[in-house]
């Protein structure tokens, strides 16, 4: 079956250390994103590829890099720069204009 | 700017009752509409989607919403509902202007159904 697999599910960090959140997809997407999900704040966009070797930040890319060298694979870092790491990450991939898929969610905690 | 509104945080409503979760959308292009359901912990599911033609869609678990340009809304709605529904809906659109496919969502609403 085609879709969005996000890894792990669970992550648990102790701070100051960076960590890279997996996502890949076999929709043959163009297009990749990440999300930030925490209580009462929707989804905010952390940064979103369009094609392979080149990526955008969005509105919240502080503290966080990304690398899309195939076009199967998004993978998220979030450094030791981000402030308040913990919450639900979500990873999304789409074709042209239309409906995004997603992956069911990597919940990273920072203790 | 383009912006997607939903109207209500939280939406608390008695099982067997019908629910109207609302959204607004501003932009005057041609644009995409989408809702989605989250349940806790996972990720988002795609209810249904607007894209073109007829301005009622129906989409999965029951769920239906009405296109509305004049109004510039899409609103979700279901004639009764069930526990099984409690979860987070959200509203997206995609504007199609140039080059910007850019999805805009709205901050979700709480669905909360009691028995």
């Known amino acids: 079956d085609g879709g969005i697999t996000q890894s792990p599910k669970y992550l648990f960090r102790k701070e100051g250390q960076n960590v890279t959140l997996s996502c890949e997809q076999n929709?043959?997407?163009?297009?990749m994103y990440w999300y930030r999900q925490d209580p009462g704040q929707g989804l905010r966009l952390i940064y979103y590829?369009?094609?392979?070797?080149?990526?955008q930040k969005g509105d919240i890319a502080e503290g966080y890099s990304v690398s899309r060298e195939k076009k199967e694979s998004f993978p998220l870092t979030v450094t030791s720069a981000q402030k308040n790491p913990t919450a639900f990450y979500l990873c999304?991939?789409?074709?042209?204009?239309?409906?995004?898929?997603f992956g069911q969610g990597t919940r990273l905690t920072v203790v | 700017a383009q912006s997607v509104t939903q109207l209500d945080s939280q939406v608390p409503v008695f099982e067997e009752a019908p629910v109207e979760l609302r959204c607004n959308y501003s932009?005057?292009?041609?644009?995409?509409l989408f809702w989605y359901v989250q349940y806790p912990n996972q990720g988002l599911q795609l209810l249904l989607k607007?894209?073109?033609?007829s301005t009622l869609v129906k989409g999965i678990n029951g769920f239906e919403a009405e296109f509305n340009k004049s109004q510039t809304s899409f609103h979700l709605r279901k004639p009764s509902v069930h526990i099984s529904d409690t979860a987070e809906y959200f509203c997206?659109?995609?504007?199609?202007?140039?080059?910007?496919?850019?999805?805009?969502w709205g901050l979700g609403t709480s669905l909360a159904v009691n028995p």
């Open positions: 929709l043959n997407h163009d297009a």
């Open positions: 999304a991939s789409r074709t042209g204009g239309l409906e995004a898929f």
């Open positions: 607007y894209l073109s033609g």
């Open positions: 997206a659109a995609s504007f199609n202007a140039g080059n910007n496919r850019k999805l805009i």
């Open positions: 932009s005057s292009v041609s644009v995409y």
């Open positions: 590829s369009q094609i392979v070797n080149d990526f």
